[in-house]
């Protein structure tokens, strides 16, 4: 206000005084170019504006009209917006006025001042790429052409081709992340046809060991972790995912395809169990279960998650500065935000049995067989429905207060049909508190469904890892008096079992699971069950209490309901909860109330005691039934819920509302798509022509090669991403991908086949002084290999290979105090393997989100709290004290030496050699033999053979070059 | 030949003492940036501080009965705190409409500037005239793994540096053979925001803390394997070098002069760190004053090991204290973390004051939030509480003696001077010599900085 009246003021003392006319080159173009051309000219347009040039700026100027000149309203800070300049010192009250006054006058800008630009061009990734033409016309491959044209302009020449030994070794670690064998050079070296490349490519992308390596590509981007983040960081089981990435890439399917299905798979017809599978990639969101949470707040963080990833993975958009406020420097929009959050707000947090082929096969045939046995019973009793009980009593569903302090920091959520839906924490004990809000007068017997919701573990309506349940106790009070239960009913009775190990409470207690009976008898022990085992555990259940006085409301009495819950482990900060998912209570005051029977034939022939044989059979064949993995998948609502934007990205700030729609700067959706859903998003995302997403693809890929991207910000192609190097092959590179089917195969073919590749990593201190970072390619690519394959790389070299591919995660050696308070924050099982599953490549070690493998850690790898495209790649003496004393490279050192003097050869310059070259590819040179001969001799002094012999394998798989791609 | 050896005597020399954090050099976009990315740096302007240590007691503490002195909390103990004060108020377990509970403990004035303080830190109470009292510290995170994200990092999300990873970014290292920033880990559990309290986020790795442990190695993977003994290692060491020197002259790649180096840093440490824990170095007098015991882990020997860091050059050491979180067992937790702690943070202040380091080293006290005047369960416990809490601060720049901020008589909400956790780290980072605004990192195309887009230097609290 006060620089409002101020402003005023000079202008009227402007005017009093007569100000001369203003001189914009003099006056108004140095303010302009201090205070506004930072992000409103040649460079930068934020909001599609510039202010360099005559024709551009006159958008928001209107001569003649100060006060309705957009310029002058935002440098004064008049009207809604935000004051200009953004995030700067505002002019000062002498500038604005200057400034107004040129307006005033005419805003007379005279000719050949400033840029000639009349229009903002829109960025270069924002425009959908078209094939340029290759320079120099016809070429073997035209990345050769791009870069060698780029190189020509520059006066510079391309590299040699590097040793065979050493191009071998660098394509094999850039198909499979694993070193060639020394048979494999050997083969190379010998074959001498030209097309001895060729069949080397086409070998390695044949490889299964192709999936792994590529797969961790996309898992880093995937955020991809085995447990669940926060402070629980409890395990979970997504190596079906996992899995599913790696066999994808191996079988190339279509990158379209691959986004399509991992976004949208739940939603295409006839979706398989791979096709929900891949939605995994949304899911891998962290979920924090810590006591006391707002389970809606970690569904929003999960979905900004969700969001980033895909801005990341997919587009090479920053999207989610757009979470908070309109984006700066993109063209996207607050509302865009959310309008793009809206296509995936409409999912549950669900996950789903999933079976292996194997046990696919069995699933099915077990099924079949039932079915066989059942619809022969079903034919010898074609009116079995007519005998089925039918309810009599009338229940009225109870919508009771949850007393929070009794929930043990779990959320009971209400739900419409008056159920409440168990979120959030998971105590593993715990008595909840349900008072009835205006008990009915008379009260004869208590209903207690347990129902299924996609939200819970396989469906529930438990909350164990298998979505089953217990109920340890059912009480009644009046007032604080005690209400007896006579009797219970349910519809399923299992006959008694002890606890699974993984709900084991320290105590010596023999806990169990029963008839419905254990849930009335007053003992800790004893609990209702509910598990029938796999196949049949996911189903609705109820039980029935029947009181043995009715309650008659006196006034004022308060009803309240225990439900205890006392079946669960010690540790409630692991999956040891045993919890009731989804309870719904009702009462009735009529008399002899029974649970209801499921309504099902399956059921119902279990009453039918002719049948006790088929029975049986029939129990016996569910018990052969494959448990399966649990896997996290995307469910969509059959509601819409409703998608607000969130002023500042709180939720509990929502603003309008908004529908699922893109933003104006991308492609349009197609036409006719009215109420566009998460498969036409995921269509949209991959349409020809989507700007980003076959460049940010191609540019990931060139970056894994390379070493940098085209483009070197690879999560960033919007306006403050760094230009690209090789702007033309870029796109020539993004067309080719979309053109050749997304063919990720094709894409890796058409790089390494390229000279540009091929070149020797060698760098004259020239070069390197003139193109450090190696941009223009002017040599081959020579960097330290990621975190996995430095693992991969001492396994293989040594012959320790456990080369299995795919299945869950394995635990290789690590220290056990990180995994135990106070390093972790509760404990954690780390199962060493002690059998070879401790040598499985580097992609299979379970990674934990908040204790990440120290090995892995230490070498820059992504812990999957977010989505990652492009590591950090460090060089530390952490690094050098893993590679010299972590316990799996000296097994590997070892192996390594003893695999040696087995097969090494007659003399100990032989055994060097073989040794050499399983770490390198390459013989050493006269130089490096005679070095390790010295070693070797010294060693041989103080220790026995196979030690000194180790000594010298610990060397080799410490040299810079055995953990480098040159 | 000529001109590859030239290179290698040329990156040998520009790396000289290469640090513990080179970064390949294809990480460094523009190319010819230096390749140590924790060589010393300079800040904005001239530092009070140039060291952290931070105290972060995990699990949140009850300020009402450590330093946030309530009568008027005892005198409506067991009464509703009024409807109007908790509109709006989200609690993590209770129903907001819990009875009051009055502060379980007695307070005393202590020192010049009369600072009450619980009768449970009888050592913290004999320094308040060196340190400075926050008690209008507010947060917007009532859950522990958000809320320490937020402290450590800015925001509740994952995936953004700490703010040691900040300063380490900011300022480099002045230790040659040992990690910028060192974490420790003590007490019940470990911190609820896991290793990402201390991560790096976006920035390089090498500016993610580093967690050392006062038992067994204390680096991973410090110690040589069983059957090499230290001769073999340098023999070997020696050997490498020459190997990977021969590859460096063949191939020119001065990413090979690093990697050379950081095996001889490696090596080097392996002498430095032993020594570094070896606590039996200390005078009695001084294990007597943090309550230290030699091989017996525990939060007062973590302090004792972090003044030793200090003292080498380590820029940033953070212990965390994972024990705070008294929704139960008010009385008797409390007490025991007292115990474990109060002593040995206030030595640690003393100790820097004698050695003359307080003066440029920074020390923090403090957890992720408060904890609610009301009550959880029947009289023992306080859920969490994000609007009011205490924290307190000394050395670097700091102003002694001083007592900031008040919240109202409940202990509720802060009713002056309030110190949002941005408005912090804004003043740390002042004092470090940074404007906050301007120690940002361009990722995914915009600058980030550890404020995000808030916080004020917070003047009242500077010397």
Same mark, same amino acid.
């Given at each position: 206000?006060?620089?409002?009246?101020?402003?005023?003021?000079?202008?009227?003392?402007?005017?009093?005084?007569?100000?001369?006319?203003?001189?914009?080159?003099?006056?108004?173009?140095?303010?302009?170019?201090?205070?506004?051309?930072s992000?409103?000219?040649?460079?930068?347009?934020?909001?599609?504006?510039?202010?360099d040039?005559?024709?551009?700026?006159?958008?928001?100027?209107?001569?003649?009209?100060?006060?309705?000149?957009?310029?002058?309203?935002?440098?004064?800070?008049?009207?809604?917006?935000?004051?200009?300049?953004?995030?700067?010192?505002?002019?000062?009250?002498?500038?604005?006025?200057?400034?107004?006054?040129?307006i005033?006058?005419?805003?007379?800008?005279?000719?050949g001042?400033?840029?000639?630009?009349?229009?903002?061009?829109?960025?270069?990734?924002y425009v959908?790429?078209?094939?340029p033409?290759?320079?120099?016309?016809?070429?073997?491959?035209?990345?050769?052409?791009?870069?060698?044209?780029?190189l020509?302009?520059?006066?510079?020449?391309?590299?040699?081709?590097?040793?065979?030994a050493?191009?071998?070794?660098?394509?094999?670690?850039d198909?499979?992340?694993?070193?060639?064998?020394?048979?494999?050079?050997?083969a190379?070296?010998?074959?001498?046809?030209?097309?001895?490349?060729a069949?080397?490519?086409?070998r390695?992308?044949?490889?299964?060991?192709?999936?792994?390596?590529?797969?961790?590509?996309?898992?880093?981007?995937?955020?991809?972790?085995?447990?669940?983040?926060?402070?629980?960081?409890?395990?979970?089981?997504?190596?079906?995912f996992?899995?599913?990435?790696?066999?994808?890439?191996?079988?190339?399917?279509?990158?379209?395809?691959?986004?399509?299905e991992?976004?949208?798979?739940?939603?295409?017809?006839?979706?398989?169990?791979?096709?929900?599978?891949?939605?995994?990639?949304?899911?891998?969101?962290?979920?924090?279960?810590?006591?006391?949470?707002?389970?809606?707040?970690?569904?929003?963080e999960?979905?900004?998650?969700?969001m980033?990833?895909?801005?990341?993975?997919?587009?090479?958009?920053?999207?989610?500065?757009?979470?908070?406020?309109?984006?700066?420097?993109?063209p996207?929009?607050?509302?865009?935000?959310?309008?793009?959050?809206?296509?995936?707000?409409?999912?549950?947090?669900?996950?789903i049995?999933?079976?292996?082929p194997a046990e696919?096969?069995?699933r099915?045939?077990?099924?079949?067989?039932?079915?066989?046995?059942?619809?022969?019973?079903?034919?010898?009793?074609p009116?079995?429905?007519?005998?089925?009980?039918?309810?009599?009593?009338?229940?009225?569903?109870?919508r009771?207060?949850?007393?929070?302090?009794?929930?043990?920091?779990?959320?009971?959520?209400?739900?419409?049909?008056?159920?409440?839906?168990?979120?959030?924490?998971?105590?593993?004990?715990?008595?909840?508190k349900?008072?009835?809000?205006?008990?009915?007068?008379?009260?004869?017997?208590?209903?207690?469904?347990?129902?299924?919701?996609?939200?819970?573990?396989?469906?529930?309506?438990?909350?164990?890892?298998?979505?089953?349940?217990?109920?340890?106790?059912?009480?009644?009070?009046?007032?604080?008096?005690?209400?007896?239960?006579?009797?219970?009913?349910?519809?399923?009775?299992?006959?008694?079992?002890?606890?699974?190990?993984?709900?084991?409470?320290?105590?010596?207690?023999?806990?169990?699971?029963?008839?419905?009976?254990?849930?009335?008898?007053?003992?800790?022990?004893?609990?209702?069950?509910?598990d029938?085992?796999?196949?049949?555990?996911?189903?609705?259940?109820?039980?029935?209490?029947?009181?043995?006085?009715?309650?008659?409301?006196?006034?004022?009495?308060?009803v309240?309901?225990?439900?205890?819950?006392?079946?669960?482990?010690?540790?409630?900060?692991d999956?040891?909860?045993?919890?009731?998912?989804?309870?719904?209570?009702s009462?009735t005051?009529?008399?002899?109330?029974v649970a209801?029977?499921q309504?099902s034939?399956?059921?119902?022939?279990?009453?039918?005691?002719?049948?006790?044989?088929?029975?049986?059979?029939?129990?016996?064949?569910w018990?052969?039934?494959?448990?399966?993995?649990?896997?996290?998948?995307?469910?969509?609502?059959?509601s819409?819920?409703?998608?607000?934007?969130?002023?500042?990205?709180?939720?509990?700030?929502?603003?309008?509302?908004?529908?699922?729609?893109?933003?104006?700067?991308?492609?349009?959706?197609?036409?006719?798509?009215?109420q566009?859903?998460?498969?036409?998003?995921?269509?949209?995302?991959?349409?020809?022509?989507?700007?980003?997403?076959?460049?940010?693809?191609?540019?990931?890929?060139?970056?894994?090669?390379?070493?940098?991207?085209?483009?070197?910000?690879?999560?960033?192609?919007?306006?403050?991403?760094?230009?690209?190097?090789?702007?033309?092959?870029?796109?020539?590179?993004?067309?080719?991908?979309?053109?050749?089917?997304?063919?990720l195969?094709?894409?890796?073919?058409?790089?390494?086949?390229?000279?540009?590749?091929?070149?020797?990593?060698?760098?004259?201190?020239?070069?390197?002084?003139?193109?450090?970072?190696?941009?223009?390619?002017?040599?081959?690519?020579?960097?330290?290999v990621?975190?996995?394959?430095v693992?991969?790389?001492?396994?293989?070299?040594?012959?320790?290979?456990?080369?299995?591919?795919?299945?869950?995660?394995?635990?290789?050696?690590?220290?056990?105090?990180?995994?135990?308070?106070?390093?972790?924050y509760?404990?954690?099982?780390?199962?060493?393997?002690k059998?070879?599953?401790?040598?499985?490549?580097?992609?299979?070690?379970?990674?934990?989100?908040?204790?990440?493998?120290?090995?892995?850690?230490?070498?820059?790898?992504?812990?999957?709290?977010?989505?990652?495209?492009?590591?950090?790649?460090?060089?530390?003496?952490?690094?050098?004290l893993?590679?010299?004393?972590?316990?799996?490279?000296l097994?590997?050192?070892?192996?390594?030496?003893?695999?040696?003097?087995?097969?090494?050869?007659?003399?100990?310059?032989?055994?060097?050699?073989y040794?050499?070259?399983?770490?390198?590819?390459?013989?050493?040179?006269?130089?490096?033999?005679a070095?390790?001969?010295?070693?070797?001799?010294?060693?041989?002094?103080?220790?026995?053979?196979?030690?000194?012999?180790?000594?010298?394998?610990r060397?080799?798989?410490?040299?810079?070059?055995?953990?480098?791609?040159? | 030949?000529?001109?590859k050896?030239?290179?290698?005597?040329?990156?040998?020399?520009?790396?000289?003492?290469?640090?513990?954090?080179?970064?390949?050099?294809?990480? &460094?976009?523009?190319?010819?940036?230096?390749?140590?990315? &924790?060589?010393?740096?300079?800040?904005?302007?001239?530092?009070?501080?140039?060291?952290? %240590?931070?105290?972060?007691?995990a699990g949140?503490?009850?300020?009402?009965?450590?330093?946030?002195?309530?009568?008027? &909390?005892?005198?409506?103990?067991?009464?509703?705190?009024?409807?109007?004060?908790?509109?709006?108020?989200?609690a993590?377990?209770?129903?907001p409409?819990?009875k009051?509970?009055?502060?379980?403990?007695?307070?005393?004035?202590?020192?010049?500037?009369?600072?009450w303080?619980?009768?449970?830190?009888?050592?913290?109470?004999?320094?308040?005239?060196?340190?400075?009292?926050?008690?209008?510290?507010?947060?917007?995170?009532?859950?522990?793994?958000?809320?320490?994200?937020?402290m450590?990092?800015?925001?509740?999300?994952?995936?953004?540096?700490?703010?040691?990873?900040?300063?380490?970014?900011?300022?480099?290292?002045?230790?040659?053979?040992?990690?910028?920033?060192?974490?420790?880990?003590?007490?019940?559990?470990?911190?609820?925001?896991?290793?990402?309290?201390?991560?790096?986020?976006?920035?390089?790795?090498?500016?993610?803390?580093?967690?050392?442990?006062?038992?067994?190695?204390?680096?991973?993977?410090?110690?040589?394997?069983?059957?090499?003994?230290?001769q073999?290692?340098?023999?070997?060491l020696?050997?490498?070098r020459?190997?990977?020197?021969?590859?460096?002259?063949?191939?020119?790649?001065?990413?090979?002069?690093?990697?050379?180096?950081?095996?001889?840093?490696?090596?080097?440490m392996?002498?430095?760190?032993?020594?570094?824990m070896?606590?039996?170095?200390?005078?009695?007098?001084?294990?007597?004053?943090?309550?230290?015991?030699?091989?017996?882990?525990?939060?007062?020997?973590?302090?004792l090991?972090?003044?030793?860091l200090l003292?080498?050059?380590?820029?940033?050491?953070?212990?965390?204290?994972?024990?705070?979180?008294?929704?139960g067992?008010?009385?008797?937790?409390?007490?025991?973390?007292?115990?474990?702690?109060?002593?040995?943070c206030?030595?640690?202040?003393?100790?820097?004051?004698?050695?003359?380091?307080?003066?440029?080293?920074?020390?923090?006290w403090?957890?992720?939030f408060?904890?609610?005047?009301?009550?959880?369960g029947?009289s023992?416990?306080?859920?969490?509480?994000?609007?009011?809490?205490?924290m307190?601060?000394?050395?670097?720049?700091?102003k002694?003696?001083?007592?900031?901020?008040?919240?109202?008589?409940?202990?509720?909400?802060?009713v002056?001077?309030?110190v949002?956790?941005?408005?912090?780290?804004?003043?740390?980072?002042?004092?470090?010599?940074?404007?906050?605004?301007?120690?940002?990192?361009?990722?995914?195309?915009?600058?980030f900085?550890?404020?995000?887009?808030?916080?004020? %230097?917070?003047?009242?609290?500077?010397?």
């Amino acid at each position: 206000m006060q620089r409002g009246c101020l402003v005023a003021l000079m202008l009227s003392l402007g005017v009093a005084k007569g100000v001369e006319k203003s001189d914009f080159v003099h006056d108004i173009a140095p303010i302009l170019a201090r205070s506004c051309q930072s992000c409103h000219g040649a460079k930068m347009q934020m909001g599609g504006l510039r202010l360099d040039a005559r024709a551009a700026a006159m958008k928001v100027i209107r001569p003649g009209d100060a006060d309705s000149s957009e310029l002058y309203k935002r440098i004064a800070g008049i009207g809604p917006q935000a004051r200009m300049p953004m995030g700067g010192k505002p002019l000062s009250a002498a500038e604005i006025a200057l400034i107004r006054n040129w307006i005033a006058e005419g805003a007379v800008w005279p000719d050949g001042v400033g840029a000639v630009a009349a229009e903002v061009k829109p960025h270069w990734a924002y425009v959908a790429p078209r094939r340029p033409a290759v320079p120099g016309g016809k070429s073997a491959n035209p990345i050769d052409a791009f870069v060698q044209a780029r190189l020509a302009k520059e006066g510079l020449r391309p590299s040699g081709a590097a040793e065979k030994a050493t191009l071998l070794r660098r394509l094999s670690l850039d198909l499979t992340g694993l070193p060639p064998a020394v048979a494999e050079v050997d083969a190379f070296l010998a074959d001498k046809s030209p097309r001895a490349y060729a069949r080397q490519v086409e070998r390695l992308l044949a490889s299964p060991h192709y999936g792994e390596k590529w797969g961790r590509w996309w898992l880093d981007a995937a955020r991809y972790a085995d447990s669940d983040g926060y402070e629980k960081d409890k395990q979970r089981q997504v190596w079906f995912f996992r899995d599913w990435v790696m066999q994808s890439l191996n079988r190339d399917l279509p990158y379209d395809r691959f986004l399509i299905e991992q976004i949208a798979g739940d939603l295409l017809p006839n979706a398989t169990q791979d096709q929900r599978v891949a939605t995994g990639f949304l899911r891998n969101s962290m979920i924090n279960e810590e006591g006391g949470i707002d389970p809606e707040q970690f569904r929003m963080e999960a979905m900004f998650d969700r969001m980033d990833a895909l801005g990341k993975a997919v587009l090479g958009v920053t999207v989610n500065c757009a979470q908070c406020h309109t984006h700066k420097y993109d063209p996207i929009k607050h509302d865009d935000y959310y309008r793009l959050f809206a296509f995936l707000n409409n999912t549950y947090e669900s996950s789903i049995a999933v079976y292996t082929p194997a046990e696919q096969v069995k699933r099915a045939q077990i099924l079949a067989q039932i079915a066989a046995i059942e619809s022969d019973l079903q034919k010898r009793m074609p009116n079995w429905a007519d005998s089925v009980r039918q309810e009599k009593t009338r229940w009225t569903v109870m919508r009771p207060d949850v007393d929070d302090i009794s929930t043990g920091g779990q959320r009971y959520l209400p739900q419409e049909d008056g159920s409440l839906l168990a979120a959030g924490y998971a105590p593993t004990k715990h008595t909840v508190k349900l008072t009835l809000k205006d008990p009915p007068a008379r009260i004869t017997a208590f209903r207690l469904e347990l129902l299924n919701h996609p939200d819970l573990p396989m469906g529930g309506p438990g909350r164990s890892l298998d979505g089953t349940g217990a109920l340890t106790e059912f009480e009644v009070q009046v007032g604080s008096a005690k209400v007896k239960v006579a009797s219970a009913t349910a519809d399923i009775r299992l006959p008694e079992k002890e606890l699974a190990a993984i709900f084991f409470d320290k105590s010596k207690k023999r806990r169990v699971t029963g008839p419905i009976e254990y849930a009335i008898d007053g003992k800790d022990e004893t609990a209702w069950g509910i598990d029938v085992g796999p196949g049949r555990q996911n189903v609705p259940r109820q039980a029935v209490f029947v009181l043995e006085k009715p309650i008659e409301a006196a006034a004022g009495a308060t009803v309240t309901v225990l439900i205890k819950q006392n079946h669960g482990g010690w540790n409630s900060d692991d999956n040891q909860n045993n919890n009731l998912g989804r309870v719904r209570l009702s009462v009735t005051s009529d008399e002899g109330a029974v649970a209801a029977q499921q309504q099902s034939f399956s059921n119902w022939r279990t009453t039918v005691p002719e049948w006790a044989a088929e029975n049986s059979r029939i129990d016996a064949l569910w018990k052969e039934y494959p448990a399966g993995t649990s896997q996290l998948v995307m469910a969509e609502r059959e509601s819409r819920r409703p998608t607000h934007v969130l002023e500042r990205g709180d939720f509990l700030q929502p603003k309008n509302l908004v529908t699922p729609g893109v933003p104006a700067f991308l492609n349009p959706l197609p036409a006719g798509v009215t109420q566009p859903t998460r498969l036409d998003f995921a269509r949209w995302l991959t349409a020809r022509e989507a700007p980003t997403t076959a460049r940010a693809a191609v540019n990931r890929v060139w970056q894994a090669y390379f070493g940098t991207g085209l483009t070197a910000t690879s999560e960033d192609l919007g306006r403050q991403g760094e230009p690209p190097s090789h702007p033309e092959l870029l796109d020539w590179l993004a067309v080719e991908f979309m053109e050749r089917g997304w063919s990720l195969k094709q894409l890796h073919r058409q790089i390494v086949t390229s000279d540009t590749y091929r070149q020797s990593s060698n760098v004259t201190a020239e070069l390197l002084e003139r193109d450090p970072a190696n941009r223009l390619l002017a040599r081959g690519p020579r960097f330290r290999v990621e975190a996995e394959s430095v693992r991969d790389i001492a396994l293989a070299a040594s012959g320790l290979l456990n080369p299995q591919v795919g299945g869950p995660s394995v635990y290789p050696p690590a220290p056990d105090f990180l995994f135990q308070p106070p390093v972790s924050y509760g404990p954690k099982n780390w199962n060493e393997n002690k059998d070879d599953q401790r040598y499985r490549r580097a992609l299979y070690t379970f990674r934990y989100r908040s204790v990440p493998y120290p090995m892995l850690q230490t070498f820059d790898a992504p812990n999957g709290d977010a989505s990652c495209v492009r590591r950090s790649r460090s060089n530390t003496p952490l690094q050098a004290l893993t590679t010299l004393n972590e316990p799996l490279f000296l097994e590997a050192a070892r192996a390594l030496a003893e695999r040696t003097l087995r097969d090494g050869g007659p003399s100990d310059a032989a055994r060097i050699g073989y040794a050499f070259r399983r770490c390198v590819a390459r013989a050493p040179t006269d130089a490096e033999l005679a070095e390790l001969m010295a070693l070797l001799k010294q060693q041989q002094a103080r220790l026995d053979r196979t030690q000194a012999w180790t000594m010298l394998a610990r060397v080799l798989l410490n040299l810079d070059e055995t953990i480098t791609k040159e | 030949m000529a001109t590859k050896a030239d290179i290698t005597r040329r990156w040998f020399f520009e790396q000289c003492g290469v640090g513990l954090g080179a970064i390949a050099l294809s990480d &460094l976009l523009q190319g010819a940036a230096p390749v140590d990315a &924790l060589a010393p740096k300079k800040p904005h302007f001239a530092p009070k501080a140039k060291r952290v %240590v931070f105290l972060f007691m995990a699990g949140a503490p009850s300020h009402l009965e450590l330093f946030d002195y309530k009568p008027q &909390l005892q005198k409506f103990d067991g009464t509703l705190p009024p409807a109007d004060l908790l509109k709006g108020y989200r609690a993590a377990f209770i129903n907001p409409s819990s009875k009051l509970l009055g502060p379980r403990f007695q307070f005393a004035q202590h020192g010049q500037n009369g600072a009450w303080v619980s009768e449970l830190l009888p050592h913290t109470a004999g320094i308040v005239d060196d340190i400075a009292i926050v008690k209008s510290m507010a947060t917007d995170a009532f859950n522990h793994a958000p809320g320490q994200l937020l402290m450590n990092t800015g925001t509740m999300q994952f995936g953004r540096p700490s703010f040691g990873a900040w300063v380490t970014y900011g300022l480099g290292c002045e230790s040659r053979d040992l990690p910028a920033f060192v974490v420790f880990s003590s007490g019940s559990k470990g911190p609820s925001g896991g290793n990402s309290c201390w991560g790096s986020g976006f920035l390089p790795t090498v500016y993610q803390g580093v967690q050392l442990r006062g038992s067994g190695d204390p680096v991973l993977y410090l110690s040589n394997p069983a059957g090499v003994d230290k001769q073999t290692q340098r023999e070997s060491l020696d050997s490498l070098r020459r190997l990977n020197e021969m590859r460096l002259a063949a191939t020119g790649d001065p990413e090979i002069a690093t990697r050379i180096n950081s095996f001889e840093m490696a090596f080097r440490m392996q002498d430095s760190a032993p020594e570094l824990m070896d606590l039996n170095r200390e005078t009695k007098a001084t294990l007597e004053l943090y309550g230290a015991e030699p091989g017996k882990p525990s939060f007062a020997n973590n302090c004792l090991y972090a003044r030793r860091l200090l003292e080498r050059g380590v820029r940033f050491v953070q212990l965390y204290h994972e024990a705070w979180d008294q929704h139960g067992n008010l009385v008797k937790d409390l007490k025991k973390n007292c115990l474990d702690t109060d002593r040995a943070c206030a030595a640690l202040v003393k100790d820097l004051k004698q050695r003359g380091m307080l003066e440029d080293t920074l020390v923090i006290w403090g957890g992720e939030f408060g904890r609610t005047p009301m009550v959880q369960g029947g009289s023992d416990g306080r859920d969490h509480h994000p609007n009011a809490f205490t924290m307190w601060m000394a050395g670097g720049g700091i102003k002694p003696g001083l007592v900031l901020g008040e919240s109202d008589e409940l202990g509720f909400n802060v009713v002056k001077d309030r110190v949002h956790v941005h408005d912090l780290n804004a003043t740390l980072l002042h004092l470090l010599g940074f404007d906050h605004t301007h120690l940002t990192y361009k990722f995914q195309g915009r600058p980030f900085r550890l404020t995000d887009v808030h916080g004020e %230097v917070v003047r009242g609290l500077l010397a």
